[in-house]
């Protein structure tokens, strides 16, 4: 529900945790068909990722007396060169009278396959309850259908996990997302109000460097549905001395 998904990578794949080397804290708002009034959809997430276990720096982590620049960590073993990365998120959503609130933790270990590449798995658990607001819906003649409702249980809490692999560098990325790897409805709707899951998602990015000064970052993140339909989000960010940046996205919901 981001229409920002290249701010919350981990949201859509867990390996993502901690790839980051500063804590990562991020908070969207996401207000769209205002015409609707109070039915308009809503969107809010809470984000935050860093790092459980930083990789072992001889340069900055020895006790020696020599030029730092002289000692390196390349001839540690890979377990001192690991990443593990953790995060998490807090979301809410409404769309009309369907409300949505959950959250999830992702865990993540990176190994350095060599100097410049990393290949990260994560792990994800995700809580999450959806309710029909029965009490929002104005009905000029109730029939038999709204006695119903009333009367019925409308929401429904599930718990899910998935499973993510990326490989990257410093210049480029690429993921795969299976999801879910696991689903569980701990509180079930008599409405069947059944979670239209993705089947799997992938991620994509580069680095380019434009000049000195400008630095272009393009990325995909292709979602598969269950109906084998894609939604394919295209994102392009140019940063100035990395400093300052702006980003331009186009979602294709014809992809499939």
């Known amino acids: 529900n981001n229409a920002q998904s290249f701010q919350f990578m ?4 867990p390996a993502f945790a901690g790839i980051e080397s500063f804590n990562d804290l991020k908070f969207s708002y996401r207000y769209q068909w205002s015409g609707f009034g109070s039915y308009s959809p809503k969107f809010i997430n809470l984000s935050y990722n860093t790092r459980l276990i930083e ?3 001889l340069a900055y982590n020895s006790l020696r007396l ?7 960590s390349e001839n540690l073993p890979s377990s001192k060169r690991m990443i593990h990365g953790i995060g998490g998120n807090i979301f809410h959503s409404q769309i009309g009278v369907l409300k949505s609130v959950g959250a999830n933790i992702n865990y993540s ?3 350095p396959v060599n100097k410049k590449t990393r290949l990260a798995v994560g792990l994800s658990l995700l809580l999450e ?3 029909l607001d029965v009490g929002e819906l104005t009905v000029r003649d109730p029939d038999q259908f709204y006695d119903h409702l009333l009367g019925s249980s409308t929401s429904q809490t599930d718990l899910n996990a998935r499973a993510g692999v990326l490989i990257y560098s410093e210049n480029y990325y690429f993921g795969f997302t299976y999801l879910p790897l696991v689903y569980t409805v701990l509180e079930a709707s008599e409405m069947a109000m059944t979670q239209p899951f993705y089947r799997m998602s992938v991620q994509a990015g580069v680095k380019l460097l434009l000049n ?5 970052k393009p990325s995909i993140v292709a979602l598969m549905q269950v109906n084998n339909k894609l939604v394919v989000d295209y994102h392009a960010k140019a940063f100035f001395r990395e400093h300052i940046w702006f980003g331009l996205t186009y979602r294709d ?3 499939g």
């Open 10 to 13: 981990p949201l859509f794949n």
């Open 55 to 57: 990789p072992l720096d």
């Open 66 to 72: 020599s030029d730092p620049s002289a000692v390196s």
């Open 109 to 111: 270990v990176h190994y």
């Open 129 to 131: 309850n959806r309710k």
């Open 212 to 216: 000195a000064d400008v630095t272009l």
């Open 253 to 255: 919901i014809k992809s």
